[in-house]
T-cell receptor, first 115, second 115 residues
C-alpha cells in the first residue's frame, strides 16, 4: 500500500492569488494523479504528473492554470493559479501502486476556499 | 471513452434495511478494473473494493456485497442491515488495466441511513 500526505489540508485564499499544494508519498510510485472535486460533485481528473517531463492534462485543464511539478517518484505539487471562487474545491492527489499498479490510493485532500 | 453512471443521486433508508447502489459503466477495453469508494462527511476517500474485469464472481465482505455482471456492464453494491455509520457518498469508478490507470468516477450516490 501507499500512504499519501497532502499540505495544506485546507486554505482560504483571496481571488487572484495562487496556492501550491504538496503531495508526498511514502514509497516510490510511477503514476501520480491530481483530481478536483467541486462542491457536491464527483471527482474529475486534472492531470497525470509525470516524473521528469511535463504533466499530461485532461480536456478542460491547462498548464497555465494548474502547473504541476514532479521532481521525483515520491513528490508532486499542484498550483492553482490566479484563483477565482469557481476554483473552490477539494484537490486530491492519487497514486497507482501495487504489483500491477492497479491499486489506487488517495491522499486526504486539500480543501480550498476562494473568496 | 470510459463512462460510469450512478443513476441514484440520493437514497434514504431506515437503519437495518438493506440497500443496493447501482453502477453501470461503459468502456471499449477488454480488460479493466472497477472500484467502489466511500466518502464520509469528513471528506476522505475510503477504498472498498477493486474488481478485475475477468473475475465475475460476486464478493461479500461482512455486510457489504458486490454483484458484477459483465453482460449488463453493471457493478452493484449492496449493504445489508444498514447502519447510521454507513451514511456517506459512495462512488463507483473505472480504470483501464494498462497504461495510466487513472480513474473515471461516477457522479456518486448519497446514502442517508436514518436511526
Amino acid at each position: 500500500s501507499a500512504v499519501i500526505s497532502q499540505k495544506p489540508s485546507r486554505d482560504i485564499c483571496q481571488r487572484g492569488t495562487s496556492l501550491t499544494i504538496q503531495c508526498q508519498v511514502d514509497s516510490q510510485v510511477t503514476m501520480m494523479f491530481w483530481y478536483r472535486q467541486q462542491p457536491g460533485q464527483s471527482l474529475t481528473l486534472i492531470a497525470t504528473a509525470n516524473q521528469g517531463s511535463e504533466a499530461t492534462y485532461e480536456s478542460g485543464f491547462v498548464i497555465d492554470k494548474f502547473p504541476i511539478s514532479r521532481p521525483n517518484l515520491t513528490f508532486s505539487t499542484l498550483t492553482v493559479s490566479n484563483m477565482s471562487p469557481e476554483d473552490s474545491s477539494i484537490y486530491l492527489c492519487s497514486v497507482s501502486a501495487g504489483a500491477k499498479y492497479n491499486e489506487q490510493f488517495f491522499g486526504p485532500g486539500t480543501r480550498l476556499t476562494v473568496l | 471513452a470510459q463512462k460510469v453512471t450512478q443513476a441514484q443521486t440520493e437514497i434514504s433508508v431506515v437503519e437495518k434495511e438493506d440497500v443496493t447502489l447501482d453502477c453501470v459503466y461503459e468502456t471499449r477495453d477488454t480488460t479493466y478494473y472497477l472500484f467502489w469508494y466511500k466518502q464520509p462527511p469528513s471528506g476522505e476517500l475510503v477504498f472498498l473494493i477493486r474488481r478485475n474485469s475477468f473475475d465475475e464472481q460476486n464478493e461479500i465482505s461482512g455486510r457489504y456485497s458486490w454483484n458484477f455482471q459483465k453482460s449488463t456492464s453493471s457493478f452493484n453494491f449492496t449493504i445489508t442491515a444498514s447502519q447510521v455509520v454507513d451514511s456517506a457518498v459512495y462512488f463507483c469508478a473505472l480504470s483501464e488495466a494498462t497504461g495510466r490507470r487513472a480513474l473515471t468516477f461516477g457522479s456518486g450516490t448519497r446514502l442517508q441511513v436514518q436511526p
